[in-house]
């Protein structure tokens, strides 16, 4: 089984975008530690927003599956902050 939060980390990371202003420490799971430099841009991958969801079936069978989850971009200027979530969406 794959790790779905993984797999939107790998994406995120590789993006060009956000790459050039986000490193890949700075994509953070669900929370940011207390010690950690918030005046640079980061990422949070946050909680799925729900469970799993059937998207394709073909001949009775599960095809794939949709997964939901919240990413906060958060820096301190209100544009890169939008052209960041721009590259995440």
Same mark, same amino acid.
């Given at each position: 089984m794959k790790d779905m939060m993984m797999e939107v980390y790998n994406v995120l990371s590789a993006d060009p975008t956000i790459a050039k202003e986000? !490193?890949? +420490?700075? #994509? +953070?799971?669900?929370?940011?530690?207390e010690s950690f430099d918030s005046t640079k841009p980061f990422i949070i991958i946050d909680t799925p927003l729900g469970p799993p !969801?059937?998207?394709?079936?073909?001949?009775? +069978?599960?095809?794939?599956?949709?997964?939901?989850?919240? #990413?906060?971009?958060?820096?301190?200027?209100? #544009?890169?902050? +939008?052209? #960041?979530?721009k590259a995440v969406k």
């Amino acid at each position: 089984m794959k790790d779905m939060m993984m797999e939107v980390y790998n994406v995120l990371s590789a993006d060009p975008t956000i790459a050039k202003e986000v !490193t890949a +420490k700075n #994509i +953070k799971f669900y929370e940011v530690p207390e010690s950690f430099d918030s005046t640079k841009p980061f990422i949070i991958i946050d909680t799925p927003l729900g469970p799993p !969801t059937s998207a394709y079936y073909a001949a009775n +069978k599960e095809m794939s599956q949709t997964f939901s989850y919240q #990413i906060n971009v958060e820096t301190q200027s209100r #544009i890169l902050t +939008k052209e #960041i979530a721009k590259a995440v969406k």
